[in-house]
């Protein structure tokens, strides 16, 4: 059994570590013309960035827990009791085209439950982070999901991937702009997780998505009053599900419009 202290090294180990990696980061975006960059497959982009900022997350998480497991977006991995859930540049295509909206996803999961959820933005210079049972910050500032409860106030992040059929995209968003919301799609699944966590929008949802990009923004929103529908089910860490979190007063009724989670408990 591991105690609280060994997970506040833990949280306090991986924002170090989300910090280095990010600087990291931040300087390779900004001298990226000497960067390779290529596709996994259609808009799927991988830059040698991602397996740079992957290889020093592993060995710094390896060097301070050598006993936990690790499981990262470009290096795979395995699940485990004890294990660290990487995505080492959350938002790839935005950086490879040269928009300065990414960042770094560090999760840490005991026995299969989320405990900590770290997200830094290099290049905004904010650091969300959460652990379960203790809240959530940005830049040291609690975070809290907003207060909406009117879908014609809100405004939701519908992420895409080709992953999923363009059809089945476009009837929610089309479900979501006929109830009145207003939708983005900014490119990092993290983010967009975190801005929920701190009320910046009012749900995130997303037909597929991998466990490196949404399980340490499900800490978050959970640490921020939100709801997070139950993402590991079945086979979720290694194979991915569909993600909504929202803001609990719209929690219902993005349910029902995107077809995602179950019901919100009273
Ligand atoms: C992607 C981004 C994108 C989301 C995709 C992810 P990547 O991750 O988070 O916003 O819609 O599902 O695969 O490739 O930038 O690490």
């Known amino acids: 059994m591991i105690e609280s202290e060994a997970l506040s090294r833990r949280h306090l180990a991986a924002c170090a570590v989300a910090r280095q990696a990010g600087d990291m980061m931040r300087r390779l975006f900004q001298n990226r013309s000497g960067i390779e960059m290529s ?6 982009y991988l830059t040698q960035a991602d397996a740079a900022v992957e290889k020093l997350v592993r060995q710094r998480l390896a060097e301070a827990f050598p006993q936990d497991k ?3 977006e470009e290096g795979g991995g395995e699940v485990s009791q ?6 080492p540049i959350d938002g790839t295509s935005n950086f490879a085209r040269g928009i300065p909206h990414f960042c770094i996803s560090i999760a840490y999961a005991l026995d299969q439950t989320p405990e900590i959820g770290v997200i830094y933005d290099p290049m905004t210079d904010e650091m969300f982070e959460a652990q379960r049972g203790a809240g959530g910050r940005v830049n040291g500032r609690p975070m809290k999901t907003s207060d909406a409860t009117k879908m014609e106030y809100c405004q939701i992040e519908l992420g895409w991937s080709s992953r999923r059929t363009n059809d089945a995209y476009l009837a929610i968003v089309r479900r979501v702009l006929e109830a009145g919301a207003s939708f983005r799609r900014a490119g990092s699944g993290a983010l967009g997780i975190a801005y929920v966590a701190d009320g910046r929008s009012d749900g995130y949802a997303e037909l597929h998505i991998n466990s490196w990009d949404c399980l340490a923004g499900i800490v978050m929103v959970k640490e ?3 709801y ?3 993402f590991l089910a079945g086979d979720g860490m290694l194979k991915g599900n569909p993600i909504l979190v929202a803001a609990p007063g719209v929690a219902q009724a993005l349910i029902k419009l995107t077809g995602i ?3 919100v408990m009273a």
């Open 228 to 230: 997070a529908n139950d």
């Open 70 to 72: 690790f499981l990262g």
């Open 261 to 263: 989670g179950s019901k």
């Open 39 to 44: 596709f996994k497959g259609p808009q799927d």
């Open 224 to 226: 921020a009053g939100g």
């Open 82 to 87: 004890s294990m660290w859930v990487v995505d």
